[in-house]
């Protein structure tokens, strides 16, 4: 796992970089990788920016680099 702030972001490597969301397919920038408190635990939540503009969330463990 990579080193996480007190703020709960990680600094993830694929951080400002464009990546691929295996659940929905879609691709944009990694803009944050944040840890969240549930009542079942953390997790891991990736934030991603597409051309558009309108971010969505992911499961962390979905994203992966985008190919060229």
Do not use: F, K
């Not at 490597?13 to 944040?34: C, F, I, Q, Y």
């Amino acid at each position: 796992m990579n080193p996480v702030g007190p703020d709960g972001y990680e600094q993830h490597p694929l951080l400002n970089t464009n990546v691929r969301d295996v659940a929905s397919r879609g691709e944009g920038v990694l803009v944050a990788v944040t840890h969240e408190l549930h009542s079942h635990g953390t997790v891991r939540v990736a934030r991603i920016r597409p051309e558009s503009g309108v971010e969505w969330t992911t499961a962390a463990g979905n994203i992966q680099a985008a190919r060229l």
